[in-house]
């Protein structure tokens, strides 16, 4: 049965679910605490009544999961008061920082999955990656993300790792045939290479189920479809304590809000081990750049260097650069919003001597954002305690992996009522 079916069925059985029994508003809970509260932040009561009382449901983080899980639960069960909190202006992870790639992984980023998972994990995970891609394109709609399936490419400078990477073609796509139903979905790719004209790459190969999506206008339709079915978003409401409290779930702010919920959903990816500090999820931060726009760009589509660790794209006549973690996998790990000279070097270098030699090209931004990554690549969705859930660790797949991870962590929370 599908998360869909499930979650209609869900909602049906618990029509009389505890969310739905009159409960007292927040601000007579306490008489005396709630004035406190109201001077010291100087939030009016209609404030309150409006954005910080009788809440069912909050989730914590705005990013693709954050949102698919409130937009899910109110689909399904619209009589539920959810509130999505978030830190930032915008979504503070990657959901607004990534490259934008439609991908579910190159030939040598499996291989490497395969030295730490067995085959029935690793490809397991891809068919949710392209089910998942699959699912963020039938929500919002190809021309709202600006979906475009131009293919993807592995690049090789050496001759022994394309080797191990071309013998894996067949039994590859046959166990993408079984698995997510595609079919022959890697080939050599070396006829193309002229057209490119990158520099001492020496092959290519090619996944022709790979795509690209503008990923501001994607977060862009996200939302509003959220907002559109009635989900609260608070914008730069930094959740900074999480405790239960007879029952129920109490969130304190850093402006000193107090927000009191049923349940609480924690998508903060990358952030998680706030709130998450037993759980395998650390912060991974991903440098990136873009140059200025570029005169007569042959590079298109999705390209992959050194088992995803760099990668790159064209942004319509620009080339969007990430990537180089592994150079520095401790310092890395940080959720600090920087960019390192380590790293942006390396990525210079990358794009002036192997994307484009010979050509004058100028770098207009650079920024970073922050993956949640462990151990293994397959995201948590669980019950951490009673009435608080967590669906983080994407991985760096977060836009493949987001959508159907979000419709998980809501049929948890059906499930739980």
């Not at 914590?60 to 008061?81: F, R």
């Not at 942006?344 to 993956?371: C, D, F, H, Y």
Request: aromatic residues 8%; contains cysteine; glycine residues 10%.
């Amino acid at each position: 049965m599908s998360h869909v079916s499930r979650l209609k069925s869900l909602v049906k059985k618990n029509e009389r679910s505890e969310l739905e029994k009159p409960r007292t508003p927040f601000i007579s809970f306490s008489t005396k605490i709630s004035i406190i509260v109201l001077m010291q932040t100087q939030t009016s009561f209609w404030e309150y009544d409006r954005y910080f009382s009788g809440v069912d449901v909050v989730v914590i983080g705005s990013g693709i999961v954050g949102l698919t899980t409130a937009l899910t639960l109110k689909e399904h069960a619209p009589q539920l008061n959810i509130v999505v909190t978030e830190r930032g202006a915008l979504p503070s992870g990657a959901s607004t920082k990534n490259a934008g790639f439609a991908c579910f992984g190159s030939v040598s980023e499996l291989l490497d999955d395969l030295l730490q998972s067995s085959e029935a994990e690793v490809f397991s995970l891809v068919e949710k990656r392209y089910r998942g891609l699959l699912r963020l394109r039938e929500r919002l709609g190809d021309a709202a993300i600006q979906y475009e399936s131009l293919g993807g490419y592995e690049l090789f400078d050496a001759e022994d790792d394309y080797q191990k990477c071309a013998a894996q073609l067949v039994p590859f796509n046959a166990l993408l045939a079984t698995y997510a139903g595609l079919k022959n979905v890697y080939r050599v790719a070396d006829d193309q290479l002229a057209g490119f004209g990158f520099r001492g790459v020496k092959h290519l190969i090619h996944n022709g189920a790979e795509g690209q999506i503008d990923t501001g206008r994607m977060m862009d339709a996200l939302i509003a479809r959220v907002r559109s079915a009635g989900v609260q978003i608070l914008n730069g409401l930094d959740i900074i304590r999480l405790h239960s409290e007879s029952n129920m779930q109490v969130l304190e702010t850093n402006q000193g809000h107090v927000i009191r919920a049923c349940r609480v959903v924690i998508c903060t990816n990358g952030f998680a081990r706030q709130f998450l500090s037993e759980e395998d999820v650390n912060p991974a931060r991903a440098q990136v750049l873009i140059t200025e726009p570029i005169a007569d760009l042959a590079v298109r589509g999705t390209f992959h260097y050194d088992r995803g660790y760099y990668y790159f794209r064209n942004v319509g006549n620009r080339i969007l650069l990430g990537g180089g973690r592994n150079l520095d996998f401790s310092g890395e790990q940080t959720s600090e919003h920087a960019v390192t000279d380590l790293i942006q070097e390396k990525l210079n270098a990358l794009l002036w001597e192997v994307i484009l030699p010979k050509r004058e090209v100028a770098v207009a931004m650079r920024w970073s954002g922050t993956m949640g990554v462990g151990g293994v690549k397959r995201p948590i969705v669980k019950q951490v305690r009673a009435g608080v859930y967590a669906a983080v660790r994407m991985g760096g797949m977060g836009v493949a992996l987001g959508s159907l991870t979000g419709e998980e962590a809501a049929e948890m929370v059906l499930e739980g009522l």
